[in-house]
Nanobody, 121 residues
Framework: QVQLVESGGGLVQPGGSLRLSCSASGTIFSINAMGWYRQAPGNQRELVAS???????NYADSVKGRFTISRDNAKNTVYLQMNSLKPEDTAVYYCKAGVWLDKTRYENANWGQGTQVTVSS
């Protein structure tokens, strides 16, 4: 079993910044891709950004140039630096990870509890 714990959310004014963190713990041999998703009230959960183990990144068009995803493989942690925040970025942010439990067993870790990001003046 692998657990994901997100942190770093909060209330910020438009134009402000936040840095989210997500740490994976449990039985971990290595972690493949990691990603950040978000879900606003009434909306489906959507992919915000993803990063492969070797650092290749992908972003939703709505956050390109404002958000930066990074990871620390030694700490099994993924980060999301969010700059120039807009009210439409308000959502609960979740992370996701594909985890090798050992050399033969692979699982997509269950969603964590998420962290609320609210952008409002």
């Amino acid at each position: 079993q692998v657990q994901l714990v997100e942190s770093g959310g909060g209330l910020v004014q438009p134009g402000g910044s936040l840095r989210l963190s997500c740490s994976a713990s449990g039985t971990i041999f290595s972690i493949n891709a990691m990603g950040w998703y978000r879900q606003a009230p009434g909306n489906q959960r959507e992919l915000v950004a993803s990063i492969t183990r070797d650092g290749r990144t992908n972003y939703a068009d709505s956050v390109k140039g404002r958000f930066t995803i990074s990871r620390d493989n030694a700490k099994n942690t993924v980060y999301l630096q969010m700059n120039s925040l807009k009210p439409e970025d308000t959502a609960v942010y979740y992370c996701k990870a594909g985890v090798w439990l050992d050399k033969t067993r692979y699982e997509n870790a269950n969603w964590g509890q998420g962290t609320q990001v609210t952008v409002s003046s």
